[in-house]
């Protein structure tokens, strides 16, 4: 367990020359409420601060370095990517800071709030219907084949290219082991392409082999179960957006991970409501499945832990999902929250929904 006074505060704010200078240098920020409650030191990596307001801003500065870097990409041709929204909002921030430009490609149902960003980016946007991944009209497949259509078009691949993953082995991992100073024994994540979980656990697990790495799993996505019995099945669906895989990738297949835990929408209404009225904290629907399963495994491991997750992007881009309360009755969810004895109870009691992830899942 660390004391703030112990982490570091040594990062000095920067000057940058184009907004990508900018990307990265998050600060740790704790949790007050939930570390009270649970005895440990719950702190969120405020990754709503990179330029894009997002930890996808990371990934399309590497995969775009690493690509000029090996001549694959240069300036004047056109990114192509296919996103659920905030990859392409890097993408189009960092895109106009090299000289290139974009095209994203992103299913119509995502939150209007990324859409927009895109747009006021600059950025060109293709919004296609969403279907499953065998369908040749997916998002990933039609930014695909318009890259393969054009010469002068480069496609990021964010599922595939490991650039992704190494933005957070190089940057995001290091900077978490020294704002702690070392003192991190559990690292949460969810997954959408795996970037996070794979380059933040790797080098993590680098510096501290028993770290504890816990991947947070939405409803609707099968890594729960594909690291239970090795094959992808989900049940129900979920309103995060960009998280949750049913495929095996590039980038998930380099990520260290000892336990998983599948949790339902409705506690991230509980909890995003609660962090806000107790921290004054705004979370988006993928940062507050990261809080849920940050607790979980809090009251698992037990008191004096230091635990780091991720606030992914700004709270505001689920301002029409998470915090919409037509949006949630549709849905079938409550904008009644659970009152927060009641929920830590319940997490005591359901260890058994947490999956101690023993076998060795690629092979
Ligand atoms: C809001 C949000 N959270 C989390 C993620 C997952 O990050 P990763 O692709 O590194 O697994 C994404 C990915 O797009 C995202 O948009």
Request: proline share 4%.
């Amino acid at each position: 367990m660390t004391t703030t006074s112990s982490i570091s505060q040594t990062l000095a704010a920067r000057v940058g020359e184009r907004p990508a200078d900018l990307i990265g240098q998050t600060d740790l920020l704790k949790i007050p409420s939930l570390s009270a409650l649970t005895g440990c030191d719950i702190y969120l990596k405020c990754e709503f601060q990179n330029p894009g307001g997002s930890i996808k801003d990371r990934a399309a500065l590497q995969l775009v370095k690493d690509a000029m870097a090996s001549g694959e990409l240069k300036p004047g041709m056109t990114i192509v990517e296919g996103t659920a929204g905030n990859t392409g909002i890097g993408l189009a921030l960092v895109a106009k800071s090299y000289g290139l430009k974009m095209l994203a490609v992103m299913p119509n149902d995502q939150a209007p709030e990324k859409t927009r960003m895109i747009s006021l980016h600059g950025a060109q946007l293709k919004a296609v219907d969403p279907v499953p991944f065998k369908d040749p009209n997916h998002f990933y497949h039609t930014a695909k084949r318009i890259a393969e259509q054009h010469d002068d078009y480069w496609w990021a691949n964010q599922f595939e290219n490991t650039s992704n993953a190494r933005a957070h082995f190089l940057q995001t991992g290091p900077e978490i082991w020294q704002q702690t100073q070392g003192a991190i024994d559990v690292l949460v994540s969810v997954a959408g392409t795996g970037g996070t979980i794979a380059g933040n656990s790797t080098y993590l697990k680098q510096q501290k082999p028993d770290l504890a790495v816990w991947l947070a799993d939405p409803d609707g996505s099968g890594i729960y179960q594909f690291l239970k019995t090795g094959e992808y099945q989900s049940s129900g669906s979920s309103m995060t957006e960009g998280i949750g895989i049913m495929r095996r990738v590039e980038n998930f297949r380099q990520a260290k991970i000892d336990y998983a835990i599948n949790l339902p929408d409705q506690d991230l209404v509980t909890l995003s409501r609660y962090v806000r009225d107790e921290d004054g904290i705004v979370l988006g629907s993928s940062s507050a499945l990261n809080v849920a399963a940050a607790l979980a495994a809090a009251l698992y491991h037990g008191q004096g832990k230091t635990i780091v997750t991720f606030a992914c992007d700004l709270g505001e881009r689920s301002a029409s999902k998470l915090y919409n309360a037509d949006y949630l009755q549709q849905r079938g969810l409550s904008d009644q929250v659970e009152p927060i004895a009641e929920l830590l109870q319940r997490y005591r009691q359901q260890s058994q929904r947490v999956l101690h992830v023993t076998r060795d899942y690629w092979s």
